[in-house]
């Protein structure tokens, strides 16, 4: 085979091959994507075994604002860890749906997560790491959110 039809072929194999890799949380526990609660959203993603491995982590640092934050659409969220892991995942309990994402991390991969998210009223998130031992570590983080009556949005 040439060179460049070598090339090609990989070049278009990639997506298909990228697709393959990423694991389809929402087909494979869609119980976990409709809890309403903690519990019961980390217990449909884990399973009731791994579940009871749950510890609090000074491993994983979990960084939100300190202060009272006032846009409650764009809060920053930083989630970092030196502990190899199989999975991240983020929930908080003032939504209606308990799971806000899960993050499917490789082997040799840097847990250094920004993102933001949306809270309509103050509440706890919490961040659950899996281990490669398939044990689970948790840090959590308070999140006050002041609601401004007096802010209008500009359209």
């Given amino acids: 085979m040439k060179r460049r039809h070598f090339l090609v072929m990989g070049f278009c194999a990639a997506p298909f091959m990228l697709q393959v890799m990423a694991a389809d949380y929402r087909k494979s526990n869609p119980d976990a994507w409709e809890a309403s609660s903690i519990d019961t959203a980390a217990l449909a993603l884990y399973g009731k075994e791994t579940f009871s491995t749950l510890q609090e982590s000074a491993a994983i640092e979990l960084v939100v604002p300190n202060v009272s934050i006032v846009d409650s659409q764009n809060i920053p969220i930083v989630i970092r860890s030196n ?63 002041v609601a401004l009556s007096c802010m209008s949005s500009e359209e």
């Fill in 83 to 145: 502990m190899q892991a199989r999975s991240v995942a983020v929930f908080q309990d003032t939504n209606p749906k308990s799971l806000v994402t899960v993050f499917k991390v490789g082997k040799e991969a840097v847990i250094d997560y920004e993102f933001t998210m949306r809270m309509d009223i103050k509440g706890t998130l919490f961040v659950v790491l899996e281990d490669l031992d398939g044990k689970l570590h948790y840090a959590r983080k308070y999140v006050d959110i």
